[in-house]
């Protein structure tokens, strides 16, 4: 399913990301553990460091916190990113917590953002191999209605509804990070 290659974003981050899946591990829709060895490596370094020349290297930096489940190292970066990316990263980490009508607030901020399009199809594919799920991606991505899904996979953690919502929570994940990481040309 994932195009996603750590290798796009420099050594320093392809090692960081080898530490726990490469970036294809699903994150946990709430909570988490990560790698004593990954929170190590990612406090002993800088965003200006593993992304430079990146689009927006804070934004990026925030999202491998997310990706190593550090929801407050993740929210102190991505709160002082004044950006479209800073609100996306936002309010995957406080739907994450979980607090749904906080991340609401932020993906409101966001409005269209150009990862949408690439989402709603990746999320459409992966809900087309569950069947039975109340989750319905249409043309438009809906960041809105996916808080909802992922709040009712919480609460009544079907295999199904679970594994779907971890699945495109990580394209999600993926395509805002190389959105914000990917070194600019």
Request: aromatic fraction near 12%.
């Amino acid at each position: 399913m994932s195009l996603f290659d750590s290798t796009r974003y420099g050594d320093a981050v392809r090692r960081i990301l080898a530490l726990d899946g490469d970036g294809l591990r699903p994150m946990p829709l709430e909570g988490g553990d990560a790698s004593e060895l990954a929170l190590k490596t990612l406090g002993a370094t800088s965003a200006g460091r593993l992304f430079p020349g990146s689009y927006s290297p804070d934004a990026a930096m925030g999202g491998l916190w997310l990706y190593f489940s550090q929801l407050e190292e993740a929210h102190a970066i991505v709160q002082n990113v004044p950006s479209q990316e800073g609100s996306f990263w936002h309010g995957v980490m406080h739907r994450r917590e979980p607090d749904a009508g906080n991340a609401a607030y932020w993906f409101r901020r966001v409005g269209r953002h150009a990862c949408f399009p690439a989402l709603a199809e990746a999320a459409a594919g992966i809900v087309e191999r569950y069947a039975g799920l109340r989750f319905v991606v249409g043309s438009e991505w809906d960041p809105f209605g996916f808080i909802d899904f992922c709040e009712e996979a919480r609460r009544d953690p079907g295999p199904a509804a679970m594994r779907a919502a971890m699945e495109i929570q990580l394209a999600e994940w993926q395509l805002l990070f190389d959105f914000c990481a990917r070194p600019l040309d």
